[in-house]
């Protein structure tokens, strides 16, 4: 079955760009679907940070857009999170999740564990 | 934005027992609803998608309804396994989430 793991530094510091990856196994990210990424705080509960189509579209939020990119890496069959000029409130559990066909809106099945991301100096 | 509320916050209840979580979007949505399980230190699990559509292997005690704007998640009766926070997740635009509604036993 599909399987998804986070990767990446546990401490980012205030300024500096939070970079993870989620690694997939069981599917080929090429083949189809949205690939997403979700934070999860107990400030701001559940969010939605973006979506990247296998073919290379991203869909982000708004409220996030001007900081987010995320990429995929077909070769490497894993997809990536780059979120810039970070602060406290950027604190987090980062999941990552296959999301449906069809549209980049969609429910999220199934989830990686999650990664404690924490930003301090 | 689309903004989702979720009632109530914590659920206190016997096994057993039916369970009903209400869900609100501040605009219609359609069927365009999610319900995730979370357990502590977990990932959100999936329970049903397009408001009333099991997802495969959840228990048939758990189902959905709802279109517009109110939306229910009913737990026809409490398993210990089913105790966890819900959350519910609109997908008609972009993607917002409820606060969650812890289920506990009393």
């Known amino acids: 079955q599909v399987q998804l793991q986070e990767s990446g530094p546990g401490l980012v510091k205030p300024s500096e760009t939070l970079s993870l990856t989620c690694a997939v196994s069981?599917?080929?990210?090429?083949?189809?679907?949205?690939w997403a990424w979700i934070r999860q705080s107990p400030g701001k509960g559940l969010e939605w940070i973006g979506s990247v189509w296998h073919g290379g579209s991203t869909y982000y939020n708004p409220s996030l857009r001007s900081r987010v990119t995320i990429s995929l890496d077909t070769s490497k069959n894993h997809f990536s999170l780059k979120l810039n000029s970070v602060t406290a409130a950027d604190t987090a559990v980062y999941y990552c999740a296959r999301s449906g066909l069809g549209s980049p809106y969609n429910w999220f099945d199934p989830w990686g564990q999650g990664t404690q991301v924490s930003v301090s100096s | 934005d689309i903004q989702m509320t979720q009632s109530p916050s914590t659920l206190s209840v016997s096994m057993g027992d039916r369970v009903i979580i209400t869900c609100r979007a501040s605009?219609?949505?359609?069927?365009?609803l999610a319900w995730y399980q979370q357990k502590p230190g977990k990932a959100p699990k999936l329970l049903i998608y397009k408001a009333s559509t099991l997802e495969s292997g959840v228990p048939s005690r758990f189902s959905g309804s709802g279109s517009g704007t109110e939306f229910t998640l009913t737990i026809s009766s409490l398993q210990p396994d089913d105790v966890a926070t819900y959350y519910c997740?609109?997908?008609?635009?972009?993607?917002?989430f409820g606060q969650g509604t812890k289920v506990e036993v009393k």
């Open positions: 605009q219609s949505i359609s069927s365009w």
């Open positions: 069981g599917y080929s990210i090429s083949t189809g679907y949205y």
């Open positions: 997740q609109q997908y008609d635009s972009y993607g917002t």
